[in-house]
């Protein structure tokens, strides 16, 4: 089970934090598991942005050097911190978890996701010029 809270509207150039506190995992096995974020901009597909695993984390070309991800599996927390933003970076962002544990993937930042099966409920980000 994931939940999101965070999310909301920023200026271009701004930051912001975005949190995801996952539960069900068995004990100590969650680092086992890439976990992730996904954002879906409207009018466009999903699209894989960040994910981590036990290899360290990954980015997509269109965050990188921006964005940067984190997870503390002793308090069950995933983080994205979002610098630099720009309006295109603006959509709904979804944390994800793969089933079952396994490392993240390259073919992850096009978009095929059918390895998450945990998700999420969307935090929607906005970013003005």
């Known amino acids: 089970r994931l939940m999101e809270p965070g999310g909301g509207s920023v200026q271009a150039g701004g930051s912001m934090r975005l949190t995801c506190e996952f539960s069900?995992?068995?004990?100590?096995?969650?680092?086992?598991?890439?976990m992730g974020w996904f954002r879906q901009a409207p009018g466009k597909s999903r699209e894989g942005i960040s994910f981590?695993?036990?290899?360290?984390?990954r980015y997509g070309d269109s965050v990188k050097g921006r964005f940067a991800v984190s997870r503390d599996d002793t308090k069950n927390l995933l983080t994205l911190q979002m610098n630099n933003l720009k309006s295109e970076d603006t959509a709904t962002y979804y944390c994800?978890?793969?089933?079952?544990?396994?490392?993240?993937?390259?073919?992850?930042?096009?978009?095929?996701?059918?390895?998450?099966?945990?998700w999420g409920q969307g935090t929607p980000v906005s970013v003005s010029p």
């Open positions: 994800a978890s793969r089933e079952p544990e396994g490392y993240c993937y390259g073919w992850y930042f096009k978009g095929d996701d059918k390895d998450f099966v945990h």
């Open positions: 069900g995992h068995r004990p100590n096995r969650a680092k086992w598991t890439c």
């Open positions: 981590i695993d036990l290899d360290g984390p």
